[in-house]
């Protein structure tokens, strides 16, 4: 396992951005709102996730910010976002992955998994109903040349695709993954493990 801590941080100021609203099957409703008030109000809504892997037979794992509302200092997804208003699955992945950590990947690069829905409630009245388009897309950076976003990420870790099998195993220990979505991060790793083979 090695690992980047929050020494290179990388100061953005944020604005409560728009986003586009869907119906309980994930079909546009062409409407858009404030994210705000879509986790306020429980508006389905999609985000890109990403999954980065590898030659070595590594994933990234993100340790989410401290200061994040939902789950903080959890350790899931190398990167993952909101989708904006207006943009697709792809180019908010592809963003998300710049602001994020620092790094460029192009669509092409992208190889979706699939889209998956994540309908959760927290105790802090956020009502977070997504539907995750996630992706996997091979990574060439060490960990000394990603930039973490101080708002989004803690710090980042590379584990062996046989030590993501175990964390998938024992979900919810040691603050990693959310217990709820197991079935989700077994998809992913059997993904991801097919491409390394």
Not at 168 to 194: R, T
């Amino acid at each position: 396992m090695r690992l980047l801590c929050s020494s290179q941080w990388r100061f953005i100021i944020f604005m409560d951005e728009y986003i586009d609203v869907v119906d309980k099957h994930g079909n546009p409703t062409g409407k858009t709102e404030l994210k705000s008030i879509i986790h306020q109000k429980g508006y389905y809504h999609h985000t890109a996730h990403v999954w980065l892997y590898n030659k070595q037979g590594e994933v990234l794992l993100s340790q989410r910010s401290a200061k994040k509302t939902i789950c903080p200092l959890m350790w899931d997804v190398s990167v993952a976002g909101h989708i904006d208003a207006g943009e697709t699955p792809k180019q908010a992945a592809v963003r998300e992955a710049q602001e994020e950590i620092g790094i460029t990947i192009s669509e092409n690069a992208l190889q979706l998994i699939g889209v998956f829905e994540c309908f959760q409630s927290y105790n802090n009245n956020i009502f977070d109903n997504e539907f995750h388009n996630t992706f996997m897309a091979e990574i060439t950076e060490p960990l000394s040349e990603l930039t973490l976003q101080e708002e989004e990420v803690e710090a980042l870790k590379f584990v062996s695709i046989h030590e993501l099998k175990k964390l998938i195993e024992n979900i919810g220990d040691d603050n990693h993954f959310v217990p709820s979505n197991k079935a989700y991060y077994e998809l992913v790793w059997q993904n991801i493990m097919k491409k390394l083979a």
